[in-house]
């Protein structure tokens, strides 16, 4: 095994600062380097500043915000973003990018962009929030089965709950398929599985308010399956998870999982077929790490995924935590498998004056660690304080199929922090630490 360390802006991570200073900002928003050389990549690297979900400025763009483009030798440029809220720098490869925001009652929300490149572009903040507004209330009965020991209801604009055969419910009404919905009725037996269902579609949501639905006789379920080859030894567990959707709306799902003895496993769970989308997600336990998911999404209802794990593996990874006396966070990686493209973590601690910050770190994934540089002299008051702590809140490492860390950090923060969520990235290997 090998010892990982991210270490978080301070001094000891990197070389004394020689030389900061504020560099010249030109109208056009981008800080020049004269000092570059002739055959210098100079395509600047480009931030987008969005405001944050815990300010209610989410999706906004933030005019006035100070980035910091730090270069490897710890120089940096400061420059504010410009009435799009973008700023842009020319700097080297391997330059982090730090920006700083004040959250009120002496909190802080500090964000870095570990080894950016030249015409790169990235997305400091958080995407917009959907506004939902309920609709009218709408009435809908389900088919009764025999020796059923539950239902539940689902849908395109509402919400998944139990109860029935008769639920009421008041769906949204400002969500994409208000006018063409599908309603899934499910009715489980005695042990909890999934024993009938039955769909409605293209139904005009606001048009039926105060109506009732009464859904068709039920059908017999289909099946979602997952077969996996080439199990490495380590892993001792695997899952599955298969969710039918249409517009992020989950109208079906089924639940599997098995004990791993060998190098091939098989698994499957009755499953109601409606919806447009398939997700599946099989989640493996390396033994003595953390578990490891991998998800696909695609078009279409097909419940059967084929994975080959010892291909798409991540390195087994374990023990992430924060050390506020070196300022890094550390973790235990075993070299089987393959290298994700990104390393994301989110840590809250104290300062010296008694801040709270919370950190948020992005940076291409490396065997040897990611040292990053000195937090410049007018947010060197945000450095972790050792007596105060601090905890790790978010640790995650990503390998998304067809995407590097630079096609990723364009994503707004709150869905790279997300991504274990993520509902439309295609085929993508997880590891997903939450503690607490």
Known sequence: MRLVAVCFMVASCGSPSRTISDAPQPADGAADSPDAAPDADLRPITVTVLGVVSLGTQGMPVVGQDVYFIAPDST?????????????????????????????????????????????????????????TAGGAITVVAPTQANASGYAITGTCMYTYGGGPSFTYTPVANCTGSTTATIVTTAFDG????????AQTNLNLPAL??????????????????????????????????????GGWYLGNAFA????????????????????????????????????????????????????VGAGLLHPTTSPSFDASTRSVTWTT???????????????????????????????????????????????????????????????????????YADLIVMPEYDLLGLGGSHDLGEMWLTLYTPG
């Open 76 to 132: 940096y440029q400061k420059v504010a973003t410009d009435g799009s809220g973008v700023a842009a720098a020319v700097a080297p490869a391997g330059t982090s990018v730090a920006i700083a925001r004040d959250l009120g009652s002496s909190q802080w929300r500090l964000t870095v962009f570990g080894a950016l490149r030249p015409g790169e572009h990235i997305t400091a903040g958080d995407s917009a929030a959907a506004t939902l």
């Open 257 to 308: 999982s098995t004990s791993v003895s060998g190098t091939t496993a098989n698994m499957s769970a009755p499953i109601a077929p409606a919806g447009t989308v398939t997700e599946q997600t099989v989640r493996v336990l390396p033994s003595g790490f953390l578990p490891e998911l991998y998800r696909e999404v695609r078009s279409g209802l097909n419940p059967a995924v084929a994975l080959d």
């Open 191 to 198: 042990t909890g599985t999934l024993a009938a269902y039955s």
């Open 334 to 404: 075993d070299p089987t498998g393959t290298a994700p493209d990104i390393v994301i973590a989110a840590v809250n601690y104290s300062t010296a004056a008694s801040e709270i910050v919370r950190l948020q770190i992005y940076a291409p994934y490396s065997t040897t660690g990611a040292a990053l540089p000195t937090l410049p002299p007018d947010l060197a008051h945000l450095a972790p304080d050792v007596a105060g702590g601090g905890s790790l809140n978010v640790f995650e490492q990503a390998k998304v199929t067809g995407a590097s």
């Open 209 to 246: 308010a105060g109506g009732t639905i009464m859904m068709p006789a039920a059908q017999t379920p289909g099946t979602a399956s997952a077969s996996l080859t080439n199990i490495p030894a380590l892993v001792t567990q695997a899952s599955l998870a298969t969710y039918y959707q249409t």
